[in-house]
């Protein structure tokens, strides 16, 4: 018998909303944070929408401003939780896609390619934006999200 234990398979995710550590989907994370702030390579829009206000990260890649968030590594039944919350499978839920994030440590950059759920441009209504576009999400902002009922 072997003492070595299987491998988990492991995945990253930039979060830059309610999942970030100390928001409100947090406990729904379960990951381990890779250390610093995380900002993506590219300008995403990020606003808050609807009456729930809810962090949108428009799938528009070049539009709006770089987004500073938070990187997890997670297993496979976190990720599969985080999919569930972010509604992958529904027509007008978020979509899982990779993003370069970079981190902003003199002392130690990094360059990191990660998950991260987007919402699709075509379900974006401009008359639904109660804040932004945003560089970040802050706990002000979570302030004013209000769960699904």
């Known amino acids: 018998m072997s003492n070595v234990r299987p491998s988990r398979m492991t995945h990253l995710v930039f979060v830059f909303g309610t999942l970030k550590e100390g928001f409100p989907n947090f406990a729904t994370n379960r990951g381990v944070r890779v250390p610093g702030a995380f900002t993506t390579k590219n300008r995403y829009p990020l606003y808050l929408v609807g009456e729930r206000y809810s962090p949108w990260l428009i799938d528009s890649p070049g539009h709006g401003q770089q987004v500073t968030g938070?990187?997890?590594?997670?297993?496979?039944?976190?990720?599969?939780?985080?999919?569930?919350?972010?509604?992958?499978?529904?027509?007008?839920?978020?979509?899982?896609?990779?993003?370069?994030?970079?981190?902003?440590?003199?002392?130690?950059?990094?360059?990191?390619?990660?998950?991260?759920?987007?919402?699709?441009?075509?379900?974006?209504?401009?008359?639904?934006?109660?804040?932004?576009?945003?560089?970040?999400?802050?706990?002000?902002?979570?302030?004013?999200?209000?769960?699904?009922?």
């Open 70 to 149: 938070q990187v997890f590594e997670v297993d496979q039944p976190a990720l599969d939780a985080m999919d569930k919350l972010e509604r992958i499978s529904e027509p007008d839920g978020y979509r899982r896609v990779v993003l370069a994030v970079g981190s902003g440590d003199a002392n130690s950059p990094q360059s990191l390619n990660a998950n991260a759920y987007v919402k699709q441009a075509h379900h974006f209504v401009a008359s639904e934006v109660r804040l932004g576009p945003l560089s970040e999400y802050t706990l002000e902002h979570a302030a004013l999200y209000r769960p699904r009922v």
